[in-house]
């Protein structure tokens, strides 16, 4: 399938506290909020890096529109995503006890390893209602 | 009917080509089958991708809304502003249930008053809640 096209409606820059692989969600650094570093499972994203960025250099991360991801999962168009292992894109769980830190909807689907487009719109949800 | 502002700002458009024929001004949602095309939203609480801002023919190139204060068709029962905003069966935008055990997936809310087929204004921003908290 086609991937259907990428569409930036803002950016910010930060500098890399780590080396970042290109189309991952990063997050602040903890404690240091001008730097970024790849997001871990389901943290909470600034947004998304677009190209491969060495330590201590500057980064412009995607923070709205329609965003080029990496899949950790297998997706489908509609998925709600959340963060999964260094910063790729997974599907959002169903624990009742959990609150998702959804980053936004798939635009199309993907399998692992595969980049696919988001829809990004930051949120948090449980996974269902445990009562 | 209090006074409505009907100022339509489009943060984000995007297209795509209509499976279907397209009701302008109405939810659309990506086609399972083929992610490179749009549907109408034509289940209650449907998923939607935007609002479609023009009426599309079957295989015709469509502009989707998806970001800003958007236009859109009230189904039954038409909504009021503050509203949290899902899809009806026809891709009207109705306001969402109080179940407490349903996930509704929200397009946003209604920043102005619409009565059943009127045009009202949402802050689009999709987001999804449940409808209570059943405990």
Known sequence: ?131 | MAAKFLAKSVRHRFSRKASEALTELRLVKINGADNEKVDMCDTANDVPCGIVEFGAAADKEAVIMDDGHLPLVAGSGGFSAGDEIVSDNAGKGVVRGSTATTRYNVIGRALTDAAENEIGIVDYRPYTTFGGNAS
């Not at chain 1, 790729?88 to 399998?111: M, P």
Request: glycine share 14%; net charge neutral; hydrophobic share 40%.
């Open chain 1, 1 to 131: 399938m086609r991937l259907p096209g990428e569409s930036v409606t803002f950016t910010v820059t930060r500098r890399a506290a780590a080396a970042l692989m290109p189309h991952r969600f990063v997050r602040l650094k903890a404690g240091d909020p001008e730097q970024i570093q790849l997001c871990g499972s389901n943290e909470s994203a600034l947004g998304i890096v677009g190209f491969e960025i060495e330590t201590g250099s500057e980064a412009t991360i995607k923070c709205g529109g329609h965003l080029i991801v990496e899949a950790g999962t297998i997706i489908v168009a509609g998925d709600e995503i959340i963060c999964g292992v260094s910063g790729t894109a997974i599907k959002r769980g169903t624990s009742a006890t959990t609150r998702y830190n959804v980053l936004g909807r798939a635009l199309c689907g993907a399998s692992i390893g595969q980049w696919f487009i988001l829809a990004f719109g930051p949120y948090t949800v449980f996974g269902a209602n445990a009562s």
